[in-house]
């Protein structure tokens, strides 16, 4: 029996939130007393697979070959569920990234396991398993019971800490056996913006509304958002009106996001934008209107208006960059 | 062309969230539910399909209180609709049952939304297409069918991608999709009319069990900052939260 673990990949490098599922497979590991093992699926050099082992994992499991070049969500699955039968795994847990969240309720279902999904914290274990969630669009958390023996469990980026455990890990190959379903659908086309901070991921978030006035003021956005390593966001009437597409829209109806800094500049904080975006660890509001309901959801506020605001601001992070190195 | 709409009767966006005093349960006295804003814009892909001469089923896993919900979907432009009348226990339960209605009553698609504003797990889609052992593609952001062929967008970490996927499929409809469309008065007015079948579940073990609810700590009162004193914000927020 084991736990086990999926490490997803992005062009060979393993990121933060990989390192984050596997030390939140650890903790479990530890309080069941079972071993650790990590599953690699797609083309990864040996010195990065073996990171996995700083943060805990004993055993990695590796799958390549060129059916798993371009990754469709039915063959990595494929590839968990039969990594985790050979494993004999217990428990099976992967981070709830757009494709972890395509693929976790079909291992769940080859798996004939209960699905914990997009959950935020470490389980209660002393009795049962309950997990932790967001409910209602980030206005509430459910707690939920998972019944099943094997469990698969999705966990949100940035909900549980990096915790380095180093380990001597063995590298395993392993070979899934795909069948014609798992292969029905093509990628025609990737589009990766290099440079950006993907969303849902992103520990410092810059997000704007309406007081910017027009999409040809979002420069400075872009700057200040640069300047911090940021991920820029807005919300909805933004994209709405075309201003940004829709993939940056966070809120209710939008992408829910928990980054360690969320800076929002002349949103006024309907209730729809703050269910998306209250999970945020520290949040900065910057409106010229005293009145906006946001101030009463924020940890530091700026009454300003925006274009004498974020310029400042700009130079702000330069500095406070500057003497971080 | 028979397109099948799954759709969720659940609290509208401005609605503040409370639940009983043991927070065992929900209050649903005094909110409003409507339809999922984002299974709203599936059902609006599905009617633009549809237009010319194909069938738009709704289907809903709920009790008879979710009526109103689906006959705002008829009103917007669905044909007919279902209701498999059981409380939607998890979503395990939820896309069993409109897997096993699926295999009596084949359809070319299968289209959701993205995530439901109750649960927002988006698991229903994925699980209906395991079940069935076809194609999903979640978050799609456009569908554009040609003969036995969808070519779909969706969002990845940092992109999208393109795919092509084969009938029938399931997809998870993100806003870009489609536009809304607002039900007319002769929609309304035929909406009463237009078959609803109420159906009885089939009989499922969940693996899951909701057990309780609880709502985010609220945050210390907010610390102004003076628009002119805005050059120590980042050192200010490292040494007082440590998150930077």
């Known amino acids: 029996m084991s736990v086990l673990v999926y490490a997803e990949n992005l062009q060979g490098k393993f990121k933060k939130s990989a390192f984050e ?36 994992a004993v055993k990695i499991m590796k799958v390549e070959g060129e059916a798993f070049h371009a990754l469709s969500d039915q063959t990595v699955a494929t590839a968990i569920a039969q990594a985790a039968a050979a494993d004999a795994a217990q428990y099976v847990a992967m981070t709830a990234s757009f494709s972890g969240k395509a693929i976790a309720p079909r291992v769940a279902i080859k798996l004939k396991a ?18 932790k969630k967001n409910a209602y669009s980030g206005k509430a958390y459910a707690y939920c019971e998972v019944l099943s023996d094997v469990k698969v469990i999705s966990m949100l980026p940035n909900s549980y800490k990096l915790v380095e455990d180093q380990k001597q890990a063995a590298i395993v190959p392993f070979s899934p056996v795909l069948g014609a379903a798992d292969t029905s659908v093509t990628i025609r086309e990737t589009i990766r913006s290099a440079d950006k901070v993907s969303l849902p991921e992103a520990e410092l978030v810059v997000s704007a509304g309406r ?18 390593g940021a991920a820029t966001a807005c919300s909805k009437p933004v994209s709405d009106a075309g201003w940004r597409p829709h993939s940056e829209h966070v809120g ?15 949103i006024s904080g309907a209730i729809q934008h703050l269910a998306g975006v209250s999970s945020s660890k520290v949040i900065v ?20 208006d925006a274009f004498e605001v974020v310029p400042r601001l700009i130079n702000a992070a330069k500095n406070f960059k500057a003497g971080q190195n | 062309m028979k397109i099948l709409v799954c759709i969720s009767n659940v609290p509208d966006t401005t609605a503040k969230i409370n639940f009983t005093p043991d927070n065992k349960e929900f ?13 709203e814009i599936a059902l ?27 006959r705002k979907a008829l009103a917007i432009g669905a044909n007919d609709a279902v209701r498999i009348n059981a409380p939607a226990r998890d979503s395990f339960f939820v896309a069993t049952q409109i897997a096993e209605y699926v295999k009596k009553n084949p359809v070319d698609m299968i289209l959701c939304g993205r ?74 007015m035929s909406a009463r009319t237009k078959p609803l079948s109420v159906i009885d579940p089939v009989d499922v073990a969940v693996h899951t069990r909701h057990h309780s609810f609880d709502k985010p700590a609220t945050r210390s009162a907010v610390k102004m900052v003076s628009a002119d004193a805005v050059e120590q914000l980042f050192e200010l927020i490292r040494d007082e939260k440590k998150v930077i």
């Open chain 1, 285 to 304: 509001v910057i409106n010229k209107d005293p009145e906006a309901p946001f101030f009463k959801a924020a940890d530091y506020g700026i009454v300003g």
């Open chain 1, 21 to 56: 599922i596997v030390s939140f497979g650890a903790a479990i590991a530890h309080e069941k007393n079972l071993p650790l093992t990590v599953l690699s699926i797609g083309q990864v050099a040996e010195e990065e697979l073996l990171r996995l082992a700083t943060y805990g």
């Open chain 1, 252 to 266: 209710q109806t939008g992408i829910a996001i928990s980054p360690n800094l969320y800076i929002a500049v002349g």
């Open chain 1, 114 to 131: 209960g699905l914990a999904d997009n959950v935020i914290d470490l389980p209660k274990m002393s009795d049962g398993f309950v997990v």
């Open chain 1, 211 to 228: 007081g910017m006035k027009g999409p040809e003021n979002w420069g400075m956005i872009e700057e200040l958002a640069d300047v911090l």
């Open chain 2, 27 to 39: 209050v649903s006295a005094g909110v409003t539910f409507i339809l999922n804003p984002y299974d």
């Open chain 2, 115 to 188: 995530e439901s504003a109750d649960h927002n797990g988006s698991t229903v889609p994925v699980m209906i297409a395991e079940l069935l052992g076809i194609p999903c593609v979640l978050f799609a952001k456009s569908l554009l069918l040609e003969a036995n062929t969808a070519t779909l967008d969706c969002e990845i970490e940092g992109g999208k991608q393109v795919v092509n996927v084969p009938l029938p499929f399931v997809a998870g409809a993100s806003e870009g999709m489609a536009e809304w469309k607002i039900p007319n008065m002769r929609g309304i």
């Open chain 2, 44 to 70: 609006s892909k599905a009617v633009d399909l549809a237009a010319g001469g194909g069938n738009v089923t709704v289907i809903n896993v709920g009790d008879a209180s979710t009526e109103p919900t689906i």
